[in-house]
DNA sequence: GTTAGCACTCGACACACCCAAGTGCCAAGT
DNA sequence: ACTTGGCACTTGGGTGTGTCGAGTGCTAAC
């Protein structure tokens, strides 16, 4: 009973479930792969993968289907990526390269995924951390209101509204931004909590006031940034795939709607040398998840912001694997410009 | 056979078809409304009721369910807005009123609706015509890139980085920030494309074509805004009622994700003097969505904006009205501030 | 280590059957 | 002119039974 062939056994039952979507048995498997041994042979593998755990019948005396922890084996040492086709290769480039601006990259990608992988494709924005200080503009909106902007070297903008206490006087916000924009123009916003201090406590004491609650405004434009927004696509394959999942497609949904949730899982995934990571069914930590699978990457500079998809366990891994990792290095291709 | 009975009629087969699911008999309706009259009485009712297409039988000789006319009928003239209690508007107001700047307002807002009607809630971005310019700030990101910044007094900012073919020195953007800004500083965003034209035209000949290139970014800014952008959320309400859409929910996870579907739904709808519009299954022109209703209302100065929610057409009119509404009176008072 | 054979299990399907809920209609009552 | 009780009829759904096919596990032989 060689290990090698039991092996075979095991990429042979996942592929068949995969698109059969049915408990494939031992006779169905001789006759679709010539394995070259009899089914009485492979129920035998069968047994003893079933011992290892790596695989499970529904019922007694029906097919077998893959565990979760078949499904890991496969991935981990089964299964090649699959490289996409020239044309698909073709088609991302075009597509992604008529974009606009960043928002409009963000958006062509996440359908684009959806697409290529007909799963639910999630994008992180990307990380701005390493970009630096380009502007600061504070804008009097009445008496008490101050729109704060920064904007960054990469292009992007945040901004936000804060409330002063007492008025706050046209000339003493000339003065503050001009102080501010001074101390930090060019820095970077990783560092820019540090020199704000130093030049908040630079200020005359008569605006220490208000330039303290600007600081505090500024700091956290900087540090949340947008990479803690994402980008959802293609919902509409999970309703495709009913039945794959144990209980309904609610709680994924709900998970899927809650960005914080989203952006833990896609944070807390070990990336290994590959840099692909795969959480598969029971594997993922939030419960409304097990019966899902998510496949994901690091993108941009530093690998930093992370992309990928989110469908049934029953999940053509390969395939998707290579999908998730090309439209990642397109995308970093593209924002490096 | 007297015309108001049969309303009543009418009104209970869509009361207990609501909340039970399930196909409503003359037996059972007299059992629950005490109407004053047999069973046999009821069905005459219900033949006539019939006759019009404003209920239908499934089966021959089963319980009969209302027709998207039937509905029709029933959400116009038969049922009464039922108001909120007091709890609910308390927790409305509370939480609206904990929110830290307008994108935040309209968060909260999409969430709460989803939640008080258990369906999906969608929310228009409110319209900024009416704003006028604060501030336009051009940050040069690279000799061929400007990042142009559109402040309005509303506090929403647009931003969007243009291509220049030549590159573009550093003194000339600010000259021609400082003569486009001059011209058009607290111009209203509707008047701007004007405005815009006539300081393009008074620019130094050398200036022209980069001053064009610009000119045109602002005007698409001003144009769009972000009143083309929806929020979502509750879409996992549409999991509970996996049964009540006759096909898959599939094409109307589609729809929600294509913001352009939402929108022209959302402006296309007729509101009424009530202010507030529902349209039922089929009376949706696209195809997707029949057996879904729609109930939305507008909000904001104008109510030019659009707000509401999407569920199955077995749906409990009266309270989502109620909810609608009252979210949206809450939400343009708070945005008036 | 592999194979053929065999007994056994079980889900899926088809069929028959009955029951409850409901309808439509008619004739009688008010 | 409505309303009502009564009755025959329809039908979906649930249940029980039998059969079939795919599949398993095991043993004995190769």
């Not at 899927?256 to 069914?281: C, F, P």
């Amino acid at each position: 009973m060689s290990e090698p062939r039991r092996l075979e056994v095991l990429r042979a039952i996942v592929e068949d479930y995969v698109h059969s979507r049915e408990p494939v048995g031992s006779k169905a498997l001789v006759d679709r792969h010539h394995l070259g041994v009899s089914s009485a042979t492979i129920r035998n593998d069968m047994a003893v993968l079933e011992e290892e755990g790596l695989i499970a019948a529904p019922h007694t005396s029906s097919g077998r289907i893959p565990t979760d922890k078949g499904y890991r084996l496969f991935v981990d040492r089964i299964s090649e990526v699959k490289p996409l086709s020239a044309p698909e290769k073709k088609a991302i480039q075009t597509l992604l390269e008529g974009a606009e601006d960043v928002d409009d990259v963000m958006d062509r990608t996440v359908r684009l995924l959806a697409q290529l992988t007909n799963q639910v494709a999630v994008v992180q924005f990307p990380r701005s951390g390493g970009a630096s200080v380009r502007h600061i503009e504070f804008v009097l909106l009445a008496p008490q209101q101050i729109l704060i902007v920064l904007i960054a070297t990469n292009g992007t903008v945040q901004q936000r509204i804060v409330r002063t206490h007492p008025d706050i006087q046209e000339g003493d916000l000339a003065e503050i931004k001009q102080r501010i924009l001074s101390a930090v123009s060019g820095v970077k916003l990783s560092a820019l909590p540090g020199e704000l201090g130093v030049a908040l406590s630079q200020l005359p004491p008569a605006l220490r006031a208000h330039g303290g609650t600007i600081v505090k405004a500024l700091e956290q434009l900087a540090g949340l940034g947008r990479e803690d927004r994402i980008l959802l696509a293609g919902t509409a394959n999970l309703a495709r795939s009913t039945g794959d999942f144990p209980l309904s497609i609610g709680p994924i949904l709900e998970a899927l709607e809650e960005q914080v949730v989203m952006l833990r899982l896609l944070s807390e995934m070990e990336y290994d040398a590959r840099g692909i990571s795969v959480r598969i069914g029971s594997e993922n930590p939030y419960g409304g998840l097990s019966g899902a699978s998510v496949v994901a990457t690091g993108y941009g500079p530093d690998a930093g912001a992370k992309l990928g998809i989110l469908g049934p366990t029953r999940m053509d891994y390969p395939t998707t694997m290579a999908a998730v990792r090309a439209v990642a290095r397109y995308l970093s291709r593209i924002l490096e410009e």
